[in-house]
């Protein structure tokens, strides 16, 4: 790499990584005291001439926010020319503090430094370290320095922290504002909210609480914690600012009927807002089992929750809830208005692409790049690349012809075995023409534009293999619930609930629509009832059947007393251990063949919630693998593969020969022989004959 190439970072760190502890002072429900919300900082290192790098954190759109402050936990090269060095940091694009690093022997310095709240914005922000770090030492006989960047970097500690002070305004009486409240960041690393079912737990209950979960679990931007699904009852509810009730109306406590009433629940089910001892409920409820289903999945769609400025919200029959159906294999396009990207040297910007867990990218997809870029570029030394998940998929040298109105098309490589979401990431190295004086490097020259007409054609394929590299197919398909059927233990406890929780957590954040079905059932439940279905089984082999009628075809099978699992071809299991580990393991339905089974299962309760813990969020879903997986709580993980891989089928000598091109070349000229002797022979026959027939003629 020419020494003279900036060699910058921008790395944009996951929003909201490591939140820190929120503190609240308040009461419930309405505006509150003081406030604190800190986000932590991905660390990262900043090299080259110019580098900079990106750090988002989120304002709640209910935040009266009073003061900022960054905390900035740094160590700079030992090098560093102090006075000739600087970092700048920037809100918003807009810069508000600069300061020059010093060169120490400190493990780290921490710069505090006050934040403007005015160049705050709601929602998403950005604060960017822009850094120019130099080391050389200034050399009069030369009329400019050497812009050797080797030793030139910053680096940025995961102890530097951002924290918020702020008071929350009153929660308005509208569903759209209890919405925003129950998803906010403070709310859900609080842990003031919770999606509850009656204590009777009807099985129509669990179906509808489990759309509203998922739909909220896919808006919390906080991946790192989880909304809990509840028993409705004081103990389970109390201190929460926000709670989702689903439950049929003959199952509401008498106070919370009176609060609803019944004009609306004749064939209609009903979503209302209402605060029994000051709490902010959401009541969603009906007498009608089916409607009751219908208003879950109403309270899964963000897009009507966001519309419902009243406090009421009657659904029946001909209502529509359901979310738009996903489009797996389309067209889409990487930017809306076109990418402006500014600055010499290399230059990145990526787009995030959502695709559902279990389709992979199939054959014939295609990326076709409009873009453009400035003429002052030593065109010998500039170029575009072209990167999936950080792995090159072509270039493009740029050339002043085409500076204008540049094109580049190409095929998404088969061999990049790309599943779920992926990111692509468009690289420019934009290089200045080179000359004899010393030039000040311009932050908005050269550039580079991608156009609006950059498009992805994308042609997705199922995975379908019954692994947990897959997961959550088979679950989920195409973003939707795939017939999934829950088997119930036969004793409920705050453990159910838990593993519920678990399950639904990160299955809710995959689900892209409010379609598709889940199905409760109690553990007695028929075969005939499983049979169409892609089924979860949880609980322990004493108080799940479906659990012990497959005990056999379980990888890790339970002793004679089910109290405990046996070793296996795979792993020695001491008897006392095998009672105080959780399982997952993914095996194929015995209720109908093409389907899947999970047993989330344990020697109590305790274990197989345990085991779900595993699949309930992104950050532990790494240490599954195979379809047999055990945890015990020392936080161990032991992942195994039981399905044997498929064999290659064995090649016919048809498809042999048409794979040997030289064969093929050598048969097809050994027909043209044959076929050009044989018309030679006939030809041959019908002269002989007619000259036979004119001979006896004479």
Not at 431 to 437: A, T
Not at 575 to 602: D, F, H, M, W
């Amino acid at each position: 790499m020419n020494k003279r190439s900036l060699v910058i970072a921008m790395i944009c760190s996951l929003l909201l990584l490591h939140p820190l502890a929120a503190r609240a002072e308040g009461t419930e429900g309405g505006a509150t005291g003081p406030k604190t919300y800190g986000t932590s900082f991905q660390g990262t290192s900043l090299s080259g001439w110019m580098p900079s790098v990106e750090q988002f954190f989120q304002i709640e759109n209910y935040w009266q926010v009073q003061t900022v402050s960054l905390l900035l936990d740094y160590k700079a090269s030992p090098l560093t020319q102090s006075e000739r060095s600087s970092v700048t940091l920037l809100l918003n694009g807009t810069p508000f503090h600069s300061f020059r690093p010093a060169a120490s022997d400190a493990q780290k310095q921490q710069l505090a430094v006050a934040v403007p709240a005015s160049l705050l914005v709601k929602g998403v922000n950005a604060l960017t370290i822009q850094g120019h770090v130099e080391t050389a030492e200034p050399n009069p006989q030369l009329a400019c320095l050497p812009a050797d960047t080797r030793d030139n970097w910053l680096q940025v500690f995961d102890t530097s922290r951002l924290s918020v002070q702020y008071a929350n305004e009153e929660m308005k009486d509208s569903i759209r504002d209890f919405n925003r409240h129950f998803i906010g960041l403070d709310t859900v690393e609080e842990g003031a909210n919770a999606v509850a079912v009656s204590a009777k737990g009807d099985t129509a209950e669990l179906e509808a609480a489990t759309y509203a979960l998922s739909g909220l679990a896919k808006a919390n931007s906080l991946k790192s914690r989880i909304i809990p699904l509840v028993e409705y009852g004081p103990d389970q509810v109390k201190g929460k600012r926000a709670v989702v009730l689903v439950a049929l109306y003959d199952n509401l406590p008498a106070e919370l009927q009176a609060l609803v009433g019944t004009a609306e629940l004749q064939d209609k089910a009903l979503l209302k807002l209402v605060r029994p001892a000051g709490q902010p409920t959401l009541i969603v409820t009906s007498r009608d089992a089916g409607l009751l289903v219908k208003a879950g999945r109403l309270a899964a769609n963000q897009e009507l929750l966001n519309q419902l400025e009243a406090n009421v919200k009657v659904v029946d029959a001909s209502t529509e809830v359901e979310t738009p159906a996903v489009n797996v294999s389309r067209n889409l396009t990487l930017t809306e208005s076109g990418d402006k990207l500014t600055g010499s040297m290399h230059r990145e910007k990526s787009y995030f692409i959502a695709l559902p867990g279990n389709r992979s990218l199939a054959d014939a997809s295609k990326l076709n790049l409009d873009f453009r870029y400035a003429r002052n570029l030593d065109m010998d030394r500039s170029m575009i690349t072209v990167l999936i998940n950080k792995t090159p998929i072509g270039s493009k040298k740029l050339s002043a012809e085409l500076a204008d109105g540049d094109h580049l098309a190409l095929p998404v490589p088969k061999n990049l075995n790309i599943s779920g979401n992926f990111t692509i990431t468009v690289a420019f190295d934009l290089e200045l023409k080179s000359n004899s004086g010393c030039i000040e490097n311009q932050d908005q020259m050269p550039w580079a534009f991608v156009g609006k007409d950059s498009v992805l054609q994308l042609n997705t394929k199922d995975r379908a293999d019954l692994l947990f590299n897959n997961y959550p197919y088979p679950f989920l398909r195409d973003g939707s619930y795939n017939q999934v059927g829950v088997v119930l233990p036969n004793k409920r406890d705050a453990y159910t609930y838990q593993t519920i929780t678990s399950l639904f957590n990160l299955l809710g954040q995959y689900a892209q629509t409010n379609t598709g079905e889940v199905r409760f059932y109690e553990d007695q439940v028929g075969a005939a009832e499983l049979k169409e279905r892609q089924v979860i089984a949880f609980g322990s082999y004493r108080d799940n059947k479906v659990i012990r009628d497959n005990n056999d075809s379980l990888y890790f099978r339970y002793d004679p007393n089910g109290e405990g699992f046996l070793s296996n071809e795979k792993m020695s299991i001491e008897s006392g251990y095998g009672k105080r580990i959780g399982s997952l393991q993914l095996i194929e339905s015995p209720y109908g063949k093409g389907n899947g089974l999970l047993a989330v299962t344990g020697g109590a309760p305790e274990y197989a919630y345990l085991a779900s813990k595993l699949i309930a969020m992104e950050g532990t879903l790494w240490k599954v693998s195979g379809d047999g997986v055990v945890t015990d709580k020392d936080g161990k993980v032991q992942a195994y593969r039981f399905k044997k891989l498929a064999e290659p089928e064995a090649p016919s000598i048809l498809n042999e020969v048409l794979a040997r091109k030289d064969v093929v070349r050598f048969t097809a000229a050994a027909a043209l022989v044959l076929i050009l002797v044989l018309v030679s022979l006939i030809l041959m026959i019908r002269k002989h004959k007619k000259t036979t027939k004119r001979g006896r003629g004479r």
